[in-house]
């Protein structure tokens, strides 16, 4: 067997160091490391606060997700309402006047808007 000489280790010809097994696994777990507080710091910082009447709304809608109402989701229809973009409750078909709508006006009247406004919004 031929001996090669190699930052003063001996080896095999072919053979590989400890070194140069162990260096790729430390370069990953150090970007993997980075990456990751880059990650963190990004949601600590770039997060999108969502007005929680959305989700309360949403949950009186019926949840059907049928798209009659011209929006995409109940979800959309909410976000919809609460923005002031939805002016009539009755676009969602498979809504009840008694059992969805007048507890989402009952709703959004304890609720006001941050300016303290009421959105108009009607059956």
Do not use: W
Not at 38 to 66: F, H, M, W
Not at 75 to 82: L, M, N, P, S, Y
């Amino acid at each position: 067997m031929r001996l090669q000489r190699r930052i003063g280790n001996h080896q095999e010809e072919g053979g590989r160091t400890m070194i140069e097994i162990l260096y790729p696994l430390f370069v990953l777990g150090v970007i993997g490391i980075v990456l990751g507080l880059g990650l963190s710091l990004a949601n600590q910082y770039l997060t999108v606060e969502e007005d929680p009447r959305i989700d309360a709304v949403e949950k009186l809608l019926p949840n059907y997700n049928c798209g009659a109402c011209g929006t995409p989701s109940c979800r959309a229809f909410a976000e919809g309402i609460i923005n002031g973009e939805v002016k009539n409750l009755s676009r969602c078909k498979p809504g009840k006047a008694d059992k969805h709508f007048n507890p989402i006006l009952e709703y959004l009247k304890e609720h006001p808007n941050p300016d303290g406004s009421i959105v108009d919004v009607k059956i």
